[in-house]
């Protein structure tokens, strides 16, 4: 079993920046971080593989956020610059050990429901 715990949300305007952490209890190959708006179904944002061998991330954040994974320390990252208000949700890393290559990890971002182990997530307000 993985516990995760995420860290690191806030308020902040739009075009600001904020790093989400994750602190997994145990290393998984596959981890991903999700977020879900108040009436809006939970969305895949990023995922990583292999400690960063491969990424993945939604086109609504491409070039703006980064996954990243520090397997000595069991914490996943997000980094995310440029935000916009529509980016405002709560936010949550989850942990998928049963996908043993990269291709199976990304295209369950968009199948919540195959992630295994999830945190009780970190909100991220953007004003405009």
């Known amino acids: 079993q993985v516990q995760l715990v995420e860290s690191g949300g806030g308020s902040v305007q739009a075009g600001g920046s904020l790093r989400l952490s994750c602190a997994a209890s145990?290393?998984?190959?596959?981890m991903g971080w999700f977020r879900q708006a108040p009436g809006k179904e939970r969305e895949g944002v990023a995922s990583?593989?292999?400690?960063?061998?491969?990424?993945d991330y939604a086109d609504s954040v491409k070039g703006r956020f980064a996954i990243s994974q520090d397997s000595a320390k069991n914490t996943l990252y997000l980094h995310m610059n440029s935000l916009k208000p529509e980016d405002t949700a709560m936010y949550y890393c989850?942990?998928?050990?049963?996908?043993?290559?990269?291709?199976?990890?990304?295209?369950?971002?968009?199948?919540?429901?195959?992630?295994?182990?999830w945190g009780h997530g970190t909100q991220v307000t953007v004003s405009s």
């Open positions: 990583i593989f292999a400690g960063g061998n491969s990424v």
């Open positions: 145990g290393y998984s190959n596959c």
């Open positions: 989850a942990a998928d050990p049963a996908a043993w290559y990269g291709g199976a990890c990304h295209a369950n971002l968009a199948r919540p429901s195959e992630y295994t182990y």
